[in-house]
């Protein structure tokens, strides 16, 4: 069974820094795009920075600059700087993956658990 298991979220004040993690488990035969999304209390689910399988990043304008995606293998990683409350969320890792499905090779959209961030005022 492929997998996405997430680390690294926590409580933190306002301007400090943390660190999340995703790794892929079990048997892909290729990831073809990781990234992160967010859930705020009571707002939609929203991308906050993507890795494509050739390493092209992109990022929500929200984060520009304060974050950075950074992948390797089957691990994506986010780098949060200069936190602010506005970024209290539930973080969501998310891979595109393919897999054989006995006869057929297939790609298919995974989820993590999500891991909550809260920022403090």
């Known amino acids: 069974q492929v997998q996405l298991v997430e680390s690294g979220g926590g409580l933190v004040q306002a301007g400090g820094s943390l660190r999340l993690s995703c790794a892929v488990s079990?048997?892909?035969?290729?990831?073809?795009?990781m990234g992160w999304y967010r859930q705020a209390p009571g707002k939609q689910r929203e991308l906050v920075a993507t890795s494509s399988s050739g390493r092209n990043t992109n990022y929500a304008d929200s984060v520009k600059g304060r974050f950075t995606i950074s992948r390797d293998k089957n691990t994506v990683n986010l780098q949060m700087n200069s936190l602010k409350p506005e970024d209290t969320a539930v973080y969501y890792c998310y891979a595109r993956i393919a897999v054989f499905r006995g006869l057929a090779l297939r790609e298919d959209d995974y989820w993590g658990q999500g891991t909550q961030v809260t920022v403090s005022s």
């Open positions: 079990g048997n892909p035969f290729s990831i073809n795009g």
